[in-house]
């Protein structure tokens, strides 16, 4: 299966300091092939080792953290990022909130609705009706009647009609009347070629005009999972996507697959056929589903911390001796901006921090500072002090500042190097404290 696929592409770095090219790309190729195995599209699982690759090239590895491990984390934040970061809900923005359920044959859209419903009432405080507005087949109608007999949900039916449209308008005009807050409406599953059957829920979208339209889909179709998600979302612009049958041995991939491929969240999975396995979908969760890693992240993120610690010593060092140049400068501001504030950022500057207190930091000027920094030459950034006035010239011009800009910022850091000198030399704040009044 996928991890252990995985397994074995990490073992390719174990036992290496450090993330090189060449390990990396190795490792990228195997991890490419598993994505693939587990159903992931090409492009996605392309895209997906490029970025990874990157990012792992940035990374600087102490001995203190295996390769490998960070790579595992890498790849956990990158296809938690890719499946939609955060979790998203169902929005009720309207009285009754009408919910259009869509899909191919045998997916799984009846027994979600079902699911639904019993979601709704028991965990949202919810009053759903259910609308059966599959008209092809009789089944279809008893099949939703028992599902709501079982949970306790009532649910509309008109088999003496064979206009959906009409049922669906019918059914909600019920739950006015009976103070039902969403309305569940179940449809027969079509094929996105049957070009009749895709006129007519698009003429039940139209008439109903739904709050919700969730794509429901048999997870364990795979690669035609992304296909037929394609094409219904094409037609209906749904909201949201329901992946079925997550239950047992099937592969995560299709999620990764679907949500690159429409753009929209993943808003539950279904994980059996009784009625409570219904989950939330999150995220980060499947990514780790996909990764087969468990307890991996917070072993990896442990160690991450102790790199950070190392790397903070280091700093300190460097300080110490005066050799602080913009390249630790500019790795400092991106982790200041992976915590999202410039100031904590500053803070982490060994010396620094209790200055900054009382500073105030736009988070914006960042990008001016990033810009000027990537407007030096390598040789510049490690050699602060050759940066004269015409390079100086040339660094506003090629960062879109300008030269007082330029110049703001070389003194700055000129004032932070100085203050960050004293601050780690005992006998020079010895110094400055005997000049003190
Ligand atoms: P529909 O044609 O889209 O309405 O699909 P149904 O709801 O009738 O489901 C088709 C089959 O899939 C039924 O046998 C369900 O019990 C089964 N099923 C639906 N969802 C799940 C799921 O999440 N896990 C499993 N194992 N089976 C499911
Ligand atoms: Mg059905």
Redesign the pocket.
Known sequence: NLSDKLDRAFKVLKGQGTITEINVAETMKEIRKALLDADVNYKTAKAFTDDVRQKALGNNVLTSISPGQLLTKLMNDELTALMGGTTADLNFPATPTIILIA??????????TGKLANYLKTQRNKKPLLVADDIYRPA?ID?LEVLGQQIGIPVYANRDSKDPVAIAREGIAQAKQNGNNVVII?TA?RLAIDEAMMVEIEQVKDAVKPHEILF?VDSMTGQDAVNTAKVFNDRLDFTGVVL?????DTRGGAALSIKSVVNKPIKFI????KME?LDVFHPDRMASRILGMGDVVSLVERAQQQFDEKEAAELQKKIRKNKFDFNDFYGQIQQIKKMGNMKDLMGMIPGVGKMMKDVEVDDNAFKAIEAIIQSMTPFEKANPETINQSRRNRIAKGSGTDLQEVNRLMKQFDDMKKVMKQMSNPAAMANMMRRMP
């Open positions: 899909g191919l044959n045998g997916a799984g859209k009846t027994t979600f279809a099949q179940d599953g429901v079925t049958k997550l239950d047992g279904g994980t059996g056929e396995a």
